[in-house]
């Protein structure tokens, strides 16, 4: 069976030309850092690179090179007016009459990297016409507006997962053709599940009514939801959604006490965003304990928030405890 390649899908799918490069140009650059990874210790870029990235976290070798690779690709692309990375203090110029803004995250999950374990590249797209250089504040626009959303994940198989605002699309990396082929035309979250992701070890920390949400989970049959569920937990938010868009369940980074100031731990602008536009468009719903994710007015582009994402009765759920 021959299957459909990235390139001739985006062809009948993207809504320009312009997105589509972009698209094709991230999938590019994702077989380098794919070569990155699949060489570990004996590319000698394992471990850390002696510095912290804005959001005071020890950046490993591999997250600069690979921001340096998306970074320098994108760059190149006319349509490319700025880019804003985890990665990069502020955001970065590009091409002054380019038409998109992407914001990304270049190596999620990178603690997995010394375990050789799954890690992922997080984009969003979003448009601007604005004059002379880019500003921070062109980049600021809610979730609901992005362009396209989507993920590399590194894993056993590379794959490469989408949308143009048209479903969820999931492709697999061929290493013998170097193209990524379509393998799911229709991304679909069930309503209802079994399997709940959140980092159990700070429960203690959490608001009431996420440790009652939570809790009941943990009761199973015994208690008032009257089923089991079970758990998971990757550490990579790329690998923890990328489950449940393939098998269904819930994702929580909730709000912790212990910085109460800060309102979670996740970046609304290259974590939140595209995975809640990727997860609505699957049919899941995404939120923070105040509403859609989506619509949240970005105050500055490495903002934090906290998630609840993935089947839609789960999230609606735990947002009517938050909300009693
Ligand atoms: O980018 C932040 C991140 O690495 C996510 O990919 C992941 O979901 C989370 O942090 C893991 O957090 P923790 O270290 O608490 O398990
Ligand atoms: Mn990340």
Same mark, same amino acid.
């Given at each position: ?23 094709? !140009?991230? %999938? $590019?650059?994702?077989?380098?850092? *794919?070569?990155? =990874?699949?060489? &570990? ?29 998306i ?11 700025g ?51 880019? !500003?921070? %504040? $062109?980049?600021?626009?809610?979730? *609901?507006?992005? =362009?396209?959303? &989507? ?11 989408l ?16 193209e ?41 049959s ?29 994702f ?21 965003n ?51």
């Amino acid at each position: 069976m021959s299957r459909q390649n990235l390139s001739d899908y985006l062809s009948s799918h993207a809504p320009s030309a312009t997105l589509a490069q972009l698209i094709l !140009s991230i %999938a $590019e650059v994702s077989r380098a850092i *794919r070569d990155d =990874l699949s060489g &570990g210790a004996l590319n000698d870029i394992l471990g850390a690179a002696g510095a912290e990235n804005v959001q005071g976290e020890e950046q490993k070798k591999l997250d600069v090179i690979a921001n340096e690779r998306i970074k320098t690709a994108l760059s190149a692309l006319p349509s490319v007016r700025g880019i804003a990375s985890e990665e990069e203090d502020e955001v970065v110029a590009a091409h002054n009459d380019g038409e998109f803004l992407v914001t990304f995250d270049p190596l999620d999950g990178s603690s997995n990297i010394d375990i050789n374990s799954m890690v992922g590249t997080i984009f969003s797209v979003l448009g601007s016409r604005g004059e002379g250089a880019v !500003s921070e %504040a $062109e980049f600021l626009q809610p979730g *609901r507006q992005q =362009l396209a959303a &989507g993920y590399v994940l590194y894993g056993p198989s590379v794959m490469l997962v989408l949308t143009v605002g048209k479903g969820v699309v999931m492709f697999t990396y061929e290493p013998k053709s170097g193209e990524y082929l379509l393998t799911e035309a229709e991304v679909s979250i069930a309503r209802e599940c079994k399997e709940f992701a959140i980092n159990m070890s700070n429960q203690r920390h959490w608001h009431p009514a996420m440790q009652r949400y939570i809790g009941e989970l943990l009761q199973g049959s015994e208690g008032p939801r009257g089923k089991n569920y079970n758990m998971r937990w990757v550490a990579a938010m790329v690998a923890d959604v990328h489950r449940i868009l393939c098998r269904g369940g819930l994702f929580c980074y909730p709000w912790d006490a212990r910085k109460p100031e800060q309102a979670g731990k996740l970046r609304l602008m290259y974590e939140a965003n595209p995975m809640g536009l990727l997860v609505e468009q699957a049919g899941g719903k995404v939120c923070t304990p105040d509403g859609n994710i989506l619509d949240i007015q970005p105050e500055h582009i490495h903002q934090r928030v906290p998630v609840i994402l993935g089947a839609a009765d789960e999230v609606t759920l735990c947002l009517d405890y938050h909300q009693q």
